[in-house]
C-alpha cells in the first residue's frame, strides 16, 4: 500500500538545538499531519497543513514549532529550540482527499529524544 | 478531553478466544475509524464505520458506532498471534471552522498468546 516515510527514525539531541523531522508523504497526497505520541499514551493532533499553509495547530504546537514543504519536497516540521518535554515520537500522515471519510496513512515514526 | 476514561486498555487473551474493545467519546463525529498499531510503527486503519452504519464488518473484524452514546466497539473473532498491536479509535476532530483533524483516544494494547 502507500508509504510515508520519515527521516530520520530516531534523532538524539542537547536540549536548545534545532532539530528537523523528515516526512516523504505519498506522492499524490494533498493533505499533510504531525502527530506526537508519549510512550504508552495515545496520539495528540499538532498540525495540519494543506497547500503552503497550516490550516489548524493544536496547543502543543507551541511557538517553537514550523511546518513547511518547500517545492513538493520533503514535509518538515522543526523545533528551534528544544526543550526536554519534545522527547516523543513524531508521527508524520498525509491523506489524498479532505475530510472524515478519507484515509490518514502514518509514517513509521521518529523517535525524539532531547538530552 | 475529548475521550472517556475507559478507553486507556490493556487485554491479554489466548488464540482462538474472541474480543471486543471499546471506545467512548464526547464530541459530535459523523464517522468512527479504527487503527492497529505495531510495534515501531505507525497506525494503520483496518476499518472505518459511518454514523448511519451501526454495524460494519470486514474479514475476523466487526466494528459497531452507536451515536446516541457516543460509543464504538471493535471486536475480533478467533483472534490469531499476528492480532497483538495496540488498537486506537479515532474520531473526525471537526472544528467549529470546518477543519478536520482526525483525534484518537488513548488505545487498547491487545496481547495474544499462542
Known amino acids: 500500500g502507500p508509504k510515508v516515510l520519515q527521516i530520520p527514525s530516531h534523532q538524539i539531541i542537547d536540549m536548545g538545538q534545532m532539530v528537523t523531522l523528515n516526512c516523504d508523504p505519498v506522492s499524490n497526497h494533498l493533505y499533510f499531519y504531525w502527530y506526537k505520541q508519549i510512550l504508552g499514551q495515545q496520539m495528540e493532533f499538532l498540525v495540519n497543513?494543506?497547500?503552503?499553509?497550516?490550516?489548524?495547530k493544536s496547543k502543543l504546537f507551541k511557538d517553537q514549532f514550523s511546518v513547511e514543504r518547500p517545492d513538493g519536497s520533503y514535509f518538515t516540521l522543526k523545533i528551534q529550540p528544544t526543550a526536554l518535554e519534545d522527547s516523543a515520537v513524531y508521527f508524520c500522515?498525509?491523506?489524498?482527499?479532505?475530510?472524515?471519510?478519507?484515509?490518514?496513512?502514518f509514517g513509521a515514526g521518529t523517535r525524539l529524544s532531547v538530552l | 478531553s475529548q475521550w472517556g476514561e475507559e478507553n486507556l486498555q490493556a487485554l491479554s487473551i489466548q488464540e482462538g478466544e474472541d474480543v471486543t474493545m471499546n471506545c467512548s467519546y464526547k464530541?459530535?463525529?459523523?464517522?468512527v475509524h479504527w487503527y492497529r498499531q505495531d510495534s515501531g510503527r505507525g497506525p494503520a486503519l483496518i476499518i472505518l464505520i459511518r454514523s448511519n452504519e451501526r454495524e460494519k464488518r470486514s474479514g475476523r473484524l466487526r466494528a459497531t458506532l452507536d451515536t446516541s452514546s457516543q460509543s464504538s466497539s471493535l471486536s475480533i473473532t478467533a483472534a490469531q498471534c499476528e492480532d497483538t498491536a495496540v488498537y486506537f479509535c479515532?474520531?473526525?476532530?471537526?472544528?467549529?471552522?470546518?477543519?478536520?483533524?482526525?483525534?484518537f483516544g488513548k488505545g487498547t494494547s491487545l496481547v495474544v498468546h499462542p
Open positions: 479515532a474520531t473526525e476532530g471537526t472544528t467549529s471552522g470546518g477543519n478536520y483533524k482526525p483525534t
Open positions: 464530541t459530535y463525529t459523523t464517522v
Open positions: 500522515a498525509s491523506s489524498p482527499y479532505w475530510g472524515s471519510q478519507n484515509t490518514l496513512y
Open positions: 497543513f494543506y497547500n503552503g499553509k497550516v490550516m489548524e
